[in-house]
């Protein structure tokens, strides 16, 4: 279901006037980030409606928890007015993957090295994160916004389509993993989320629904994301880069888990 994307919020304009302003990035939730350019310095906006979960301010603090361990962009402002809130931060150094030159020329070595920067992210110290995206937590979240209609057929992808939300929930509960395999996620470890320098990840973007939860959401996510955006083929090159042999059942769950709750 798409949404009006999100006005800049006059404060936001205000502080940042003299800046020059730019679109960067939307999304169907009317999330918009802007990209901002002045004296050769670069900032991003994010300006998301008041009713977006997770806040951008939730959001902030992972990020900045995240910044306790690996690259992740410098919090500028983070505030809310009028119905709209949002987060500004300072460019990180890279470029994402939607645009970096081996997606044309080499897809395979990007995708490796998309796989080694989860690698790195699943590092995270897991008794030190606070905050929970498990099963305990996940299922019963999608179970409430198929209860509550909050999800549209439209939100499920393609693979899905041929179930109503309904169908697409008992199929949740009925392949449910009887065990996690429990990481610090990021949450949506998609190619526009990720950063690199040479061939390297050296930037995570996004940070909103990172938490620990079974390392396969990433999995199930990262690999989806390589068919939209390097095409299919690519999908065992990620699980055989990050170390472990495609799991079929998970990745199929947590894909279906994604639709409900994202």
Not at 98 to 116: C, E, I, K, M
């Amino acid at each position: 279901m798409s949404v009006t994307p999100a006005p800049i919020p006059p404060k936001l304009a205000s502080t940042y006037r003299g800046w020059e302003w730019a679109p960067f990035y939307r999304n169907q939730l009317g999330v918009v980030t802007h990209r901002l350019r002045r004296s050769g310095e670069t900032l991003f906006a994010k300006v998301a409606p008041a009713t977006t979960h997770p806040s951008l301010s939730q959001e902030a603090e992972r990020m900045r928890w995240a910044g306790n361990h690996l690259p992740v962009p410098t919090i500028l402002d983070c505030d809310a007015e009028a119905g709209h809130q949002w987060l500004v931060t300072r460019a990180l150094p890279g470029e994402d993957a939607t645009r970096h030159s081996l997606l044309q020329t080499d897809p395979a070595r990007l995708v490796g090295a998309l796989a080694r920067g989860l690698s790195v992210f699943h590092a995270l110290p897991v008794a030190e994160c606070p905050w929970r995206f498990d099963l305990e937590t996940s299922v019963p979240l999608a179970t409430e916004r198929v209860q509550q209609g909050l999800v549209e057929p439209s939100d499920l992808n393609e693979d899905f389509a041929h179930l109503t939300p309904e169908q697409a929930l008992a199929q949740l509960l009925r392949t449910r993993p009887d065990s996690e395999d429990l990481v610090v996620c990021h949450g949506d470890y998609c190619f526009p989320n990720l950063l690199l320098t040479g061939e390297e990840v050296t930037g995570y973007v996004d940070l909103g629904e990172l938490g620990v939860a079974c390392r396969w959401w990433d999995l199930a996510v990262a690999t989806w994301s390589t068919i939209w955006n390097a095409g299919p083929g690519h999908e065992d090159a990620f699980t055989d880069a990050y170390g472990v042999a495609r799991d079929e059942a998970h990745i199929q769950f947590y894909r279906l888990l994604y639709c409900l709750v994202s």
